[in-house]
């Protein structure tokens, strides 16, 4: 057969919890946070991608050299299919928690 509870146990069970984690010192994070690592990585494939977009100018006036417009072109490539990606990514996670039963 199942006990009764007995409300005075679980008020000492709650009071003996009361004093869990008072020791215990949180430092701070002093890191970059996430926002500042989104903006950083946004300007740097904006960069990527300008840097693509001048060494294709510099190409069709005929002042750059084919090997350099060749490695910007591919650099600025790179860039966007990864930015193509994370924005997937982050719609699929945005979908994903707007189905979830409230």
Known sequence: MVDKIDPSIAAGLYKNTQGIGQGLKVEGNDGPNFGDLIKKAATDSIDTMRAGEKASADA???????????????????????????RDRMLNAYQEIMRLPI
């Open 60 to 86: 069709v006036v005929g002042t750059a050299d084919l090997t350099d417009v060749v490695e910007a072109v591919t650099a600025a490539e790179l860039t966007l299919q990864t930015v193509v990606a994370v």
